[in-house]
């Protein structure tokens, strides 16, 4: 299965996601961001840093067989396109901004001409922010799944400390207790994610 994390606009938290997912999952990551912290979060050879001069043949020589996660950078790439094409679902994180909002509708709609199979996270979700984000993203593009994933401190340690958060939860009741609804929302993602892949 190919999942793609894309958002034209930078900060919207794409390779969180796509370390959470991973993580939950086993899914090997592919990025183009050669700045991004996911390869020095996960086990050597579960992420490839695409370099620029790679082409996107090398996205279509992937084992479909296999779950891989394709964190592009919050930027045009040419291979962009590709990645989405060929994507069994492509999610697309978003904050709760207005500046935000109106790229992510700009990118539903760029993603939606080539691959329909969308699924939108609220990132970063406070009280509310489902519910203004679906107003607004079904009002302007149509009706897609969208999901929050709350704001969590253990989120900012992933990096430094890569765990699943299921298994955070397991190890103890005051984890399950703190990460509990956000490991919740995790599972909802992969859930969504597999029903979209399979529609």
Avoid at 87 to 114: C, G, S, Y
Avoid at 125 to 151: C, F, Q, W
């Amino acid at each position: 299965m190919i999942i793609t994390i894309d958002n034209l606009k930078g900060g919207q938290g794409k390779s969180t996601l796509s370390l959470l997912v991973s993580l939950e999952t086993g899914a090997g990551i592919i990025t183009n961001d050669l700045y991004s912290p996911v390869d020095k979060a996960l086990p050597a050879g579960r992420c490839i840093k695409m370099k620029p001069e790679d082409t996107d043949e090398k996205l279509k020589e992937l084992d479909r067989k296999r779950t891989v996660i394709l964190d592009f950078g919050g930027y045009a790439d040419r291979r962009m396109l590709t990645a989405i094409q060929m994507a069994n679902v492509v999610v697309v994180p978003t904050l709760n901004a207005f500046a935000d909002l109106q790229v992510t509708i700009k990118t539903i709609q760029e993603i939606a001409r080539h691959n329909r199979k969308i699924l939108v996270v609220v990132n970063r979700a406070k009280s509310g922010d489902l519910e203004v984000v679906r107003n607004i993203i079904h009002g302007a593009v149509g009706e897609y799944p969208i999901l929050p994933l709350k704001t969590s401190v253990v989120l900012s340690r992933l990096y430094k400390s890569p765990k699943p958060i299921s298994q955070l939860v397991a190890e103890s009741g005051l984890n399950a207790y703190m990460y509990g609804e956000l490991n919740q929302q995790i599972q909802a993602i992969i859930k969504t994610i597999a029903v979209i892949a399979k529609s």
